[in-house]
Nanobody, 120 residues
Framework: VQLQASGGGLVQAGGSLRLSCVAS????????MGWFRQGTGKEREFVAA????????YYAGSVKGRFTISRDNAKNTVYLQMNSLKPEDTAVYHC??????????????WGQGTLVTVSS
């Protein structure tokens, strides 16, 4: 599975962005999807996950209530709606496909990442 993330950019604190990640294969529904992020000099961290059907989601505590993960299986696409952005949300955001979970080890396939920069 090849994953192509997009939608990153520069936004002021308090603003919003929506990230998209398109999967290359028709077996998109075979995979749970996740979003992770890595800030400069930091380890990669879990952001959000969604089950294959989209019926269940899970969020890191730092983004819960501000970010929303969703998927459109007809378009092989997963989204991350990010609201009330903070400077500490600045990072490269990666989408991933695999089993439902919050660990790197749960996911087999990774996209190249899209940079989100939040200015104060």
């Amino acid at each position: 599975v090849q994953l192509q993330a997009s939608g990153g950019g520069l936004v002021q604190a308090g603003g919003s962005l929506r990230l998209s990640c398109v999967a290359s294969r028709r077996t998109f529904t075979s995979y749970a999807m996740g979003w992770f992020r890595q800030g400069t000099g930091k380890e990669r961290e879990f952001v959000a996950a969604i089950t294959r059907s989209g019926g269940t989601t899970y969020y890191a505590g730092s983004v819960k209530g501000r970010f929303t993960i969703s998927r459109d299986n007809a378009k092989n696409t997963v989204y991350l709606q990010m609201n009330s952005l903070k400077p500490e949300d600045t990072a490269v955001y990666h989408c991933a496909a695999g089993s439902y979970g919050y660990s790197d080890y749960d996911y087999e396939f990774w996209g190249q990442g899209t940079l989100v920069t939040v200015s104060s």
